[in-house]
């Protein structure tokens, strides 16, 4: 049997760990009523645990992928995983609502460890440049079959153990990263600078990161699709038994998003290398806003739902690859995960502010209307921030790209 090729086998590590990361981050809408109706909370208050969480996160990121690119990513991605784990446990023995957001919090500060930004540079940096876009679009994939999975899991154990027994079963299954982190550090997963010069500093790459009007465009349009995300993982569930369905139906078509989210990662991803990347997250954006307003307009039943699943799916993690390659083109790889870790605090942001926005407006008005034209409002934004986007190397007068070959 040929022997899998070293940076394909970190590609296959780093997109389980996401898959792990990402399913279970996906899965914690089934939870919001079950622990709000058990704790006898409001759903403000979960809303905010899991708002926490996202902001946790983000605030984590470009931290983390400092620390990956300079130290490397095993270390933290095993301190991730221990925060990771705690975090769920303790959720799962939480008797209020203050013991909910020291939760958000731990598991946001894993999720910082073990995420995207702990990745993506050791894998852009072990990628051949010819290679570079397909390992990361496989890795990103690696979070769409994450979330594909684990929401039939999660229901699953929720349903047959409740909410606190199900919670101890994915504390466990979250340390099954910390095997897949010491395979981080293998030998073959070193760098291939062709392209910029890789010795410059982290002060000398935010300088030059601030300083582009196109690096900030790419931030502020990435805050929406945190914003959708948060929204529809935290509150779709609850919504849709609000309008009287079933609970399952909230695990089928957050399952659906998953399944449809791992064609359109791949599809976004072989998009990008074809059409201009801020194109492309354009039209994911105003897709998104027109499905939004189908889900307003429509009648709502259970084909339509399911329907409106698949698309959204296909316009989910699109947006991961295009970003990471945007900014791969704008600065190189050598400081990938810090820079990301920077566009995906606006991410985080965006994921805050819809998970807790979705849940003070239910508790106001008892309607998540509101949340779902809000979802409209900044998507036609977030397109309007990417178009003026310039799709090319940040000029260096001091610091010119390695010559080819």
């Known amino acids: 049997m040929r022997k899998l090729h070293p940076v394909w086998m970190l590609v296959l590590c780093a997109g389980t760990m996401l898959a792990i990361n990402m399913g279970i981050r996906q899965a914690f809408g089934l939870y919001l009523k079950p622990i709000s109706q058990d704790l006898g909370l409001d759903r403000q208050v979960f809303s905010m645990s899991m708002a926490i969480l996202n902001l946790v996160w983000g605030l984590g990121a470009p931290f983390a992928g400092a620390l990956s690119d300079r130290l490397g990513a095993v270390r933290v991605a095993l301190g991730g995983t221990a925060l990771y784990v705690l975090g769920l446990v303790l959720m799962a023995t939480a008797a209020g609502g203050n013991q909910l957001v020291l939760a958000g919090a731990l598991i946001g500060l894993g999720m910082s460890g073990t995420g995207f930004t702990a990745v993506f540079g050791i894998v852009a940096r072990a990628a051949p440049p010819e290679k570079r876009a397909s390992a990361l679009g496989l890795t990103t994939m690696g979070s769409a079959i994450g979330q594909f999975v684990a929401l039939p899991y999660v229901h699953t154990i929720l349903d047959a153990t409740g909410w606190v027994t199900s919670l101890f079963i994915t504390a466990g299954t979250a340390a099954l990263m910390a095997p897949l982190a010491l395979q981080l550090g293998q030998k073959g997963s070193g760098a291939h600078h062709s392209g910029w010069v890789s010795a410059q500093g982290i002060e000398s790459a935010l300088r030059e990161a601030f300083r582009s009007p196109s690096f900030l465009l790419l931030t502020a349009g990435f805050f929406v699709c945190g914003f959708h995300i948060a929204a529809v993982a935290v509150h779709l569930p609850s919504f849709l038994t609000d309008r009287g369905f079933g609970a399952g139906l909230g695990a089928i078509a957050l399952t659906i998003v998953g399944g449809a989210n791992i064609l359109g990662t791949y599809a976004f991803g072989r998009i990008g290398d074809i059409v201009p990347k801020r194109l492309a997250l354009a039209f994911i954006y105003l897709a998104r806003a027109a499905l939004f ?36 083109t704008f600065f190189g790889p050598r400081w990938l995960s810090m820079l990301y870790g920077i566009v995906f605090f606006s991410h985080q942001i965006g994921s805050f502010t819809g998970a807790w926005l979705g849940g003070w407006l239910y508790d106001t008005y008892r309607s998540y209307d509101l949340l779902w034209w809000a979802s409209v409002v900044v998507a036609v934004l977030a397109a309007a921030l990417h178009l003026p986007i310039r799709e090319r190397p940040a000029a260096r007068p001091e610091e010119a790209p390695a010559p080819a070959g």
């Open 293 to 328: 307003i189908a889900l307003i307009y429509l009648p709502l039943t259970e084909g339509g739902v399911l329907a409106f699943s698949f698309l959204l799916g296909l316009l989910w993690l699109g947006t991961v690859p295009l970003t990471s390659g945007l900014i791969v």
